[in-house]
């Protein structure tokens, strides 16, 4: 069963830097759409970025565009998220979820696709 789980989160000052990870039991995970998603406290929890199997597809809030980065390393199992210039906004929980690719790629703005998810690693952007 494809089991992911996160990592990678801290507190950092604003205009700082993290790099998230997600990582799979299974290189199932290789077959599967990505998303990104973050809940801050009181928040409905809001899509950040996706990426297809292939790497071609990749998806990006307006919020986070030119500050946050997707990639994935096929032969690690693994996601990443690069987080550049993070602000006080950026703080919260981030989970990595899995969905099954089809050939309209990848969605950040829905987590309806998304049956599998991480347990989430906290991100706390504070001066």
């Known amino acids: 069963q494809l089991q992911l789980v996160e990592s990678g989160g801290g507190l950092v000052q604003p205009g700082g830097s993290l790099r998230l990870s997600c990582t799979a039991s299974?290189?199932?995970?290789?077959?599967?759409?990505i998303g990104w998603f973050r809940q801050a406290p009181g928040k409905e929890r809001e899509g950040v970025s996706c990426?297809?199997?292939?790497?071609?597809?990749?998806r990006y809030a307006d919020s986070v565009k030119g500050r946050f980065a997707i990639s994935r390393d096929r032969a690690k199992n693994t996601i990443y998220l690069q987080m550049n210039s993070l602000e006080p906004e950026d703080t919260g929980v981030y989970y990595c979820?899995?969905?099954?690719?089809?050939?309209?790629?990848?969605?950040?703005?829905?987590?309806?696709?998304?049956?599998?998810w991480g347990r989430g690693t906290q991100v706390t952007v504070s001066s």
């Open positions: 979820a899995a969905a099954a690719s089809d050939q309209d790629g990848c969605t950040h703005t829905s987590t309806m696709p998304y049956v599998r």
């Open positions: 299974t290189s199932l995970i290789n077959y599967y759409n």
């Open positions: 990426i297809n199997p292939g790497g071609g597809d990749i």
